[in-house]
């Protein structure tokens, strides 16, 4: 229940909510009335943004349940992402209704995380990383040399999604179909770090020895993460190739798994909302520079093309600021502030 300062529960259930209070689902409503919105109040170029933040929510989510919650670090996310960027293509190209192509994406990548998470049960840390980076690799080299299963070197062209006719080829149709597989990512997460496999991600997370002498299977429920965490990149990947419309190797090289890994890292490792404000804050940041420099343009006219060269560099330094100044990820200020208006008005 709701005291007057602070939440208290009376049963295990009750704490175990993902909305807590009243006054959170309130919240929580008002900001889906206003998600909901956003393309009427949106100019095109800012709806696209939204919809970019919707993909890259859904790869940040995945990967933080394999990384942030299970602690299998891994290097070949975008190789992933891809994996289910040509299942979802191949299956549209071969008249595969859009639903069926994206369950089948997700069943393919999970198919593929899980045969390159069977190294996880004898590596771990930097070796395991390692693995997966390879993984990443060979991925790599099958997206060019794959004919035409992947195109080639040509890539594949897609058609706008359909759903019993409705085609969804404009960029205010896709923000809703987007929004819908983000929620729906974010909800089965949620819910799987609150049942028994995210209680034994944690425990393998935080010492798997412990775990293993306690019962947990520590094979099952690796390849369980690693499979899970592949099937939403695979959606991921399919929303992405089906929202652009062309894919090609080129889209889902180390940078993209890096970029990923960067999104939980600053958002916060292991939490749901951490992967939303990661995807959120890396998404916006190209775009946050692009702003500065079309300020700066009117004063210093050549500064473009030195921001456009510094951005890297920019992306590289704010990751570092954050593992020294706020390791724990903007989750972990997010969860500082509420803690701070749940006792307001007393300090503690």
């Known amino acids: 229940m709701q005291g007057k300062c602070g939440l ?3 049963s295990y259930p009750g704490e175990a909510q993902i909305f807590q209070s009243g006054f959170q689902k309130l919240m929580v409503g008002l900001f889906v009335l206003a998600l909901a919105a956003g393309p009427a109040v949106l100019d095109v ?10 993909i890259a929510v859904i790869g940040a989510v995945s990967l933080n349940l394999l990384t942030g919650v299970c602690g299998q670090i891994s290097l070949g996310h ?3 992402i891809g994996v289910g960027a040509y299942a979802a293509g191949q299956c549209t190209l071969h008249g595969v209704p859009f639903p069926l192509a994206i369950l089948t994406a997700g069943l393919v990548t999970a198919m593929v995380g ?15 990383a390692i693995a997966t980076l ?12 794959g004919g035409e299963l992947t195109g080639g070197s040509n890539g594949l062209l897609l058609d706008p999604p359909t759903i019993f006719g409705f085609a969804f080829d404009s960029e205010a149709r896709m923000y809703y179909l987007l929004l819908f597989f983000a929620a729906a990512s974010l909800l089965m997460v949620a819910n799987v770090m609150r049942s028994k496999y995210g209680r034994a991600f944690v425990s393998i997370r935080d010492f798997y020895l412990s775990a293993e002498i306690v019962g947990v299977n520590l094979f099952r429920y690796k390849l369980v993460a690693f499979g899970l965490s592949s099937f ?9 190739a089906h929202y652009t419309g062309y894919i090609s190797a080129e889209q889902f090289n180390i940078g993209l798994s890096i970029s990923y890994l960067a999104m939980i890292i600053i ?9 939303v404000f990661g995807a959120v804050f890396i998404t916006l940041l190209p775009e946050l520079l692009n702003v500065i420099s079309n300020v700066l343009g009117g004063y210093f006219p050549d500064i473009t093309q030195y921001v456009v060269a510094m951005r890297e560099g920019v992306f590289g330094l704010v990751l570092i600021l954050f593992l020294i100044f706020e390791p ?6 997010w969860r500082l502030v509420k803690a701070y208006w749940k006792l307001y008005p007393f300090a503690h």
């Open 267 to 275: 958002g916060g490792l292991g939490s749901v909302i951490g992967s």
């Open 328 to 333: 724990e990820g903007l989750a972990h200020r």
């Open 45 to 54: 170029h800012l709806t696209s943004i939204m919809n970019l933040i919707f």
């Open 114 to 128: 899980m045969v390159f998470g069977v190294p996880s049960l004898r590596l771990k840390g930097i070796y395991l």
């Open 134 to 145: 390879a993984a990443q690799l060979v991925l790599e080299y099958v997206f060019l040399h």
């Open 8 to 10: 208290f529960f009376t």
């Open 232 to 240: 939403l990149a695979g959606v991921a990947g399919g929303l992405w």
């Open 78 to 80: 975008g190789a992933f």
